[in-house]
């Protein structure tokens, strides 16, 4: 699977059938060449576009299905968010 396949997918947490956004970047371990994370940015403040506070950091080992259009994740929210 490509990078580019990855962003066209929804990232969805099965937790609360939120649907959290596309994958902007991953995390690589260089060491081993393992996908250690998802990084997928938060809701924007202004019409959900600006000013992005937070992006979510999804551990690899928190990825539940891989389907062909959407990421599903299992995670809570609260832990996940990292500030921009």
Same mark, same amino acid.
């Given at each position: 699977?490509? /990078?580019?396949? /990855?962003? +066209? ?8 059938? @939120? ?5 902007? =970047?991953?995390?690589? =371990? ?10 997928? $940015?938060? $809701? ?9 506070? /937070?992006? /979510?950091?999804? $551990? ?7 389907? $062909? ?7 809570? +929210? @609260? +832990?996940? @968010?990292?500030?921009?």
């Amino acid at each position: 699977m490509r /990078f580019s396949d /990855f962003c +066209e997918k929804e990232v969805v947490n099965v937790n609360d059938c @939120k649907c959290l956004g596309n994958v902007r =970047d991953i995390e690589i =371990d260089t060491e081993c060449g393992e996908v250690t994370a998802l990084i997928v $940015p938060g $809701p924007g403040k202004y019409w959900g576009l600006f000013c992005k506070d /937070f992006e /979510f950091c999804i $551990p690899w080992c928190n990825v539940v299905k891989i389907g $062909p259009d959407i990421i599903l994740v299992n995670l809570d +929210e @609260k +832990e996940m @968010k990292h500030k921009i």
